[in-house]
């Protein structure tokens, strides 16, 4: 199982180029924490965004590896995506070389 804090000190270094945008994405793991992205901004606090994907930590590790595809994840109920769908869609570059 993925240690969150380390999971957010991945993150970090591959946000620069995020600096400017707008638009807030949590990741909820279901009671295990949180991953909230801010522009450069990655911490584990609880609050509002534009974008929250529901996911449990052990889903969200597969999928990072590849092991889970996000869209079978997504029909299957194990992912749920609330808010601007986009956003997900915008950031997910980021956490792919993150933790590719």
Not at 26 to 52: M, Q, Y
Request: negative net charge.
């Amino acid at each position: 199982m993925p240690d969150l804090k380390h999971m957010t000190e991945q993150l970090r270094p591959h946000l620069a180029e995020n600096a400017n945008y707008p638009k807030i994405l949590k990741l909820d793991f279901k009671g295990e924490g949180v991953l909230r992205v801010e522009g450069i901004r990655v911490d584990n606090e609880d609050g509002p965004a534009d974008c929250t994907i529901l996911v449990a930590l052990a889903d969200f590790e597969a999928i990072s590896k590849g092991e889970i595809d996000p869209a079978d994840a997504f029909r299957e109920g194990r992912l749920r995506i609330d808010g601007d769908m986009g956003v997900a869609m915008a950031l997910q570059p980021y956490f792919a070389r993150a933790w590719s």
